[in-house]
């Protein structure tokens, strides 16, 4: 296997990084980290209030020192936040050093996923016409990635599996 520094997953809120990317880092036994666990725990509340009380800047701030930080770090399987890939720094990061995977899923997927969850700052207020605008517009810059992964009808063990296959040719 050649790892050039981390294995990085990215894509929507609801795509299965955290888990897919906790399930990856097992089989390969290197060390995983969530991005917005790593955010959540230093500012010590939840992504979602840290939206409403300190602003959207304040988190992308925060979101990009940190995720600069983990991204020099080396043999790591990581976890973006879902809008942390939009950063031109963050972005430039993964792309050049890092072996990076896009969970794509079909929208209908992802909005019963985002839609269910309480704790999605970005989609908590969002009409369904407004999700799919924004899965739309980060749909562009996620497919960037190295590789795209189509998650539809796949089971977790059958998506860890396609990503072992890729990384290990790689």
Sequence with gaps: MNLKKNLIFLGMMGSGK???????????????????NVIEKKEGMKIFNIFKNKGENYFRNLEEKI????????NNVISLGGGSFMNVSIRREVLDNNCSFWLDWENNTLIKRIKKSQKRPMAFNSTESELITLIRKRSKIYSKAQFKINCNNLTKTEIVNKILKIYELN
Excluded: A
């Design 18 to 36: 955290s888990s897919i990317g906790h399930l990856v880092s097992e089989k390969l036994n290197l060390k995983f980290f969530d991005v917005d």
């Design 67 to 74: 995720t600069m930080k983990i991204l020099k770090m080396n």
